[in-house]
């Protein structure tokens, strides 16, 4: 097992790229994290914690931050501390280190209401990475996260856990370094503070080192102004800040989340994805992840590999790069004023299998014809075109029905 050596360089020209765009809420999440990855002195933790508070208060106030040339200079010196001294990480190991690997897991229901099968899949999640399960409901995803962390029993297959080079053999060593946060989770009592505090406590995490977890969790996925809050006083967003903080305040191994966006705007979904994004890309302290998702198009912009389930079965399972040249057709979606008989006449020379959907059409045609050619036809056509989208390299198109 060999030594990996990390610079803080790459996070440092981060930051300085998002002080430039006087993006500060990323400029404080950011600095935050740097300090605490690369273990600055107490001084600049606690500089890089005071920032990201007054940030989040600012927030709360209705003000951007944004407009406050005293903040923006606060973070100016700020990234001139993190930059004074030359930090550096040691790992001990591969980054690219397997920490759980699926073989041909599957589980089969049956009951008086019927049979639902899960059919056999492989899935490999390595140190940091993200795995994302795109599908419509009823599919097999939750299913599958529950087999992952232990809840249920696979009915076919088998599910390895790795620390380093050694396999974790007892399900009780396993859910130590697992935490999964179901789509619907019960109502606790108290304020977040005491929640995340009680959440690092049950792991052992006591007295000061509680304290200052809990308090840099807060401030990180902006809690900050709502550390004294109650459970009935949280939006729906703000409810999963606080159960993703009552878990990473223990740090664990692999994060499980069942369908995490739902429900959060689409400024709420942005955020989260970020964050989860980058503790996934902490060099100190990685948190590998699988999500569930039906936003494929938010998904595809964090994960590393997709599965996507339809009807049980994994009809994609890999890469997003593997979707190009996967067929020899590509897939459009769009939408204008024609009819789908319409739409078909226009096309007939395209060769092209049409579908309606919720959204308006999904177009597959041969790649041996012109995306633009196809273009210009709807164009010039008599027919106002409201919307149009090349998804070929991209998961939506496993909606269709061709798959």
Request: charged share 25%; aromatic share 8%; with cysteine.
């Given at each position: ?21 006087q993006?500060?809420?990323?400029v404080?999440r ?9 273990d600055?002195?107490?001084v600049i ?10 940030y ?11 407009d ?9 010196d700020?990234?001139k ?5 030359e930090k550096e990480?040691?790992?001990?190991g591969?980054?690219k280190?397997?920490?759980c ?12 209401r ?9 899935l490999?999640?390595?140190?940091g ?5 795109v599908?419509?409901?009823g599919?097999g ?13 696979s ?11 050694r396999?974790?053999d007892?399900?009780?060593?396993i859910k ?14 108290g304020?977040?503070e005491?929640?995340i505090s009680?959440?690092?406590s049950?792991?052992?995490?006591k ?10 969790i ?10 004294l ?9 703000y ?5 993703i903080?009552?878990t ?17 705007d689409l ?15 902490s060099w100190?302290?990685p948190?590998?992840m699988?999500?569930t ?5 938010e ?6 590999q997709?599965?996507f ?9 890999g890469g997003?790069?593997e ?5 020899e ?8 004023s ?5 739409l ?33 036809i ?8 409201s ?17």
């Amino acid at each position: 097992m060999g030594l990996t050596f990390i610079s803080q360089q790459e996070r440092v020209n981060e930051i300085a790229l998002a002080l430039s765009n006087q993006d500060l809420n990323r400029v404080s999440r950011r600095s935050l994290d740097l300090a605490y990855e690369f273990d600055y002195s107490e001084v600049i933790k606690r500089k890089a914690l005071n920032l990201r508070a007054n940030y989040n208060l600012r927030k709360e106030l209705g003000k951007s931050g944004n407009d406050s040339v005293e903040l923006q200079n606060l973070f100016q010196d700020l990234l001139k501390d993190l930059t004074s001294i030359e930090k550096e990480i040691t790992l001990n190991g591969d980054i690219k280190e397997v920490i759980c690997e699926a073989k041909q897991i599957g589980k089969v229901y049956t009951s008086i209401r019927g049979s639902f099968t899960l059919a056999p899949i492989d899935l490999t999640l390595e140190r940091g990475k993200i795995v994302g399960l795109v599908g419509e409901n009823g599919n097999g995803k939750t299913t599958l996260l529950r087999v992952l962390c232990g809840e249920i029993s696979s009915s076919d297959g088998g599910l390895n856990f790795y620390e380093g080079d050694r396999k974790i053999d007892t399900w009780e060593e396993i859910k130590e370094n697992i935490a999964f946060i179901p789509q619907r989770t019960d109502r606790w009592w108290g304020t977040v503070e005491e929640q995340i505090s009680f959440g690092a406590s049950i792991k052992g995490i006591k007295g000061e080192e509680n304290d200052d977890k809990t308090n840099f969790i807060i401030h990180r996925l902006g809690l900050t102004n709502f550390r004294l809050h109650t459970w009935s006083q949280l939006s729906s967003g703000y409810k999963l800040r606080v159960e993703i903080a009552k878990t990473l305040v223990w740090e664990p191994r692999v994060l499980i989340l069942d369908e995490p966006l739902a429900n959060l705007d689409l400024l709420a979904q942005e955020l989260l994805l970020q964050d989860l994004k980058d503790l996934a890309n902490s060099w100190k302290q990685p948190v590998s992840m699988i999500l569930t998702s039906q936003q494929l198009h938010e998904v595809e912009t964090i994960a590393d590999q997709i599965i996507f389930l339809k009807n049980g079965k994994a009809i994609f399972n890999g890469g997003l790069d593997e979707l190009k040249n996967q067929d020899e057709l590509f897939t459009i979606e769009l939408n204008g004023s024609f009819t789908y008989d319409e739409l078909d006449f226009l096309l007939a020379s395209f060769e092209v299998r049409i579908e309606k959907n919720a959204s308006g059409y999904t177009v597959n045609i041969p790649n041996s014809k012109s995306i633009k050619e196809l273009q210009l036809i709807l164009i010039n056509s008599n027919y106002e075109l409201s919307y149009f989208r090349n998804i070929t390299n991209s998961t939506k198109k496993l909606f269709s029905d061709k798959y």
